[in-house]
């Protein structure tokens, strides 16, 4: 049967996203539907076999994404622990599903305290995050106030990921599509775009940001996290062969240079509010995600460098507004 989408189709009815509805649903056809993964038989049976509460009491406005046991839920800990984590690798969080404390390989709540700080309120707002792995960004969005959390992400066990804590809320905010950016729509109608730890993965790094700029409302905000590299306005690197052993990094800009092509294209107030050297603190390898992680990916004798001899993953936020008009 697979995971149903609809909740998203119920939620945006009679808004100002309901007009994209046709042109969701044929791309969700074609890219989702029409495109099973291998493993999805496996991931649906694992997740119908999970607990489905729809009314449990829940945080998210602390660095866990926290869902609460009820007092009258009588849960065997070791099979609900064992069936998270048939949805492994776990990549980004903190989550606390049911008392049951899942340690990603990402203190995402790092990122996440990071960033916060400097964009403006989210209170009542539509969201929109492109590249939003299993959804723990989304559910902090919707802690800080925001109406609407709509993710973007194409990787399959993402989704099943964000399900697994959904089946346990009550209708919420928050929506992942399994979709690319590069499939949606023009929606200009989104207050907030986020776009954490993508850029480097497209190969054609301008036209991505018009994209993001193209689901923005006149005046909305855009959020923008990237690797970068030290260096003045004219320094971006494109890694001849692998970067931090990753073989999908494409362009990685110096602030200066990153915040230029921002300019260039039209965006104002653009500003640097954060740049920070990822340590094997913040990325490493743990019970729920038990690959290779950073340590693995830096010079053993010295981790300023990647294992290649660029600099280490160096990440910066960059937050611009959209014209009004
Ligand atoms: C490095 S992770 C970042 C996840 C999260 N935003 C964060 O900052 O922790 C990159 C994510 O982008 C997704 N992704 C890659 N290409 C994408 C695309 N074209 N459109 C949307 N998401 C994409 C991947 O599936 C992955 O989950």
Known sequence: MGITLEAFFEHTKNTDLEQFHP???????????????????????????MPQLLD?????????VCVLKPDNLELDYSVYT????AFMPWRKGPWNLLGVEIETEWHSDWKWQRISPYISSLEGRQVLDIGTGNGYFLYRMLGAGARLALGIDPTRIFLYQFHAAQRLLPANGAHLLPLRSEHLPAFGCFDTVFC?????????????????????????????????????VDTILVPQERYAKMSNVWFLP?????????????????????????????????????????A?????????????GHPAPLRATIVATKASC
């Open 254 to 294: 110096s602030t200066k240079a990153l915040e230029n092509m921002l300019r260039k294209l039209g965006l104002q107030d653009v500003r640097t509010v954060d740049v920070t050297q990822t340590n094997t603190q913040e990325q490493r390898a743990t019970d729920w995600m038990n690959f290779h992680s950073l």
């Open 196 to 232: 954490l730890g993508v850029l480097y993965h497209r190969r054609s790094p301008i036209d991505h940001i018009q994209e993001l700029m193209s689901y923005l409302r006149p005046g909305g905000e855009l959020v923008l996290e990237t690797l970068v590299v030290p260096g003045d």
């Open 296 to 308: 693995d990916f830096l010079d053993p004798n010295d981790h300023n460098l990647s294992a290649e």
């Open 23 to 49: 042109q969701l649903r044929q791309t969700l056809k074609l890219y989702y539907e029409l495109k099973s993964h291998g493993r999805s038989g496996e991931w649906d049976a694992a997740l119908e076999s």
């Open 56 to 64: 449990a009491d829940y945080s998210f406005d602390e660095d866990s």
């Open 82 to 85: 064992q069936q998270l984590k």
